[in-house]
């Protein structure tokens, strides 16, 4: 696929530099992108997640697919949050 690491796990920095910018990396599928939209939305403003977004994510995911969806924004976002209560960085941290 076109864009795409010839390493699967490899992650470009293209996507990196798009987050939380609202824009998309431009080798994003398009579920790839809907679903970086309904995350950030989820995350920062949940109450935009409205019919016209619903109607485009369910042209490209099935009922299932956007309950794993949205189970997964919502345990990675409190996991986020628990990590910050806790001051948990991601390093190991060995004593």
Not at 45 to 50: C, E, G, M, V
Not at 51 to 60: A, S, V
Not at 88 to 94: F, M, S, W
């Amino acid at each position: 696929m076109p864009g795409r690491a010839e390493d699967p796990g490899a992650v470009p920095e293209a996507l990196y530099e798009g987050v939380g910018r609202g824009t998309a990396w431009e080798g994003a599928t398009e579920r790839e992108g809907l679903a970086a939209e309904f995350a950030e939305r989820y995350a920062t403003d949940h109450l935009r997640i409205d019919d016209e977004l619903w109607g485009r994510l369910h042209e490209h995911f099935s009922d299932a697919e956007l309950v794993d969806l949205g189970l997964c924004v919502a345990c990675w976002l409190a996991l986020g949050r628990f990590n910050q209560v806790f001051d948990i960085d991601g390093a190991c941290r060995v004593q």
